[in-house]
């Protein structure tokens, strides 16, 4: 199983980015990807999985009514739309998919002024 996140970057509080989980390899069509964001000096937690065939989505308390994740079946990818950002989104997100060791290189993502 491979995972390449994108779309990180700077932005300001109140912003909005996209962020992409390309996956290949993943032997079964039915599997659930999920997001997760290490802070500094913090654990890694989880901010939002999704069911690969049903699209059934959850979200942490922390990101619910900001955080939008979904998937696009036909090019393998999943995303997770961010508004509203703020500062305490600040973290490296990473894709990770149930039931597999394999993390991707995660992408940095800093909301500040």
């Known amino acids: 199983v491979q995972l390449v996140e994108s779309g990180g970057g700077l932005v300001q509080p109140g912003g909005s980015l996209r962020l992409a989980c390309a996956t290949s390899?993943?032997?079964?069509?039915?599997?659930?990807l999920a997001w997760f964001r290490q802070a500094p000096g913090k654990e890694r937690e989880g901010v939002s999985c999704?069911?690969?065939?049903?699209?059934?989505?959850y979200e942490a308390d922390s990101v619910k009514g900001r955080f939008t994740i979904f998937r696009d079946n036909t090019e393998d990818t999943v995303y997770l739309q961010m508004n509203r950002l703020s500062p305490e989104d600040t973290a490296v997100y990473y894709c990770?998919?149930?039931?597999?060791?394999?993390w991707g290189q995660g992408t940095q993502v800093t909301v500040s002024s």
């Open positions: 390899g993943i032997p079964s069509n039915y599997y659930t």
């Open positions: 999704i069911s690969s065939v049903e699209g059934i989505s």
């Open positions: 990770k998919v149930n039931g597999y060791d394999s």
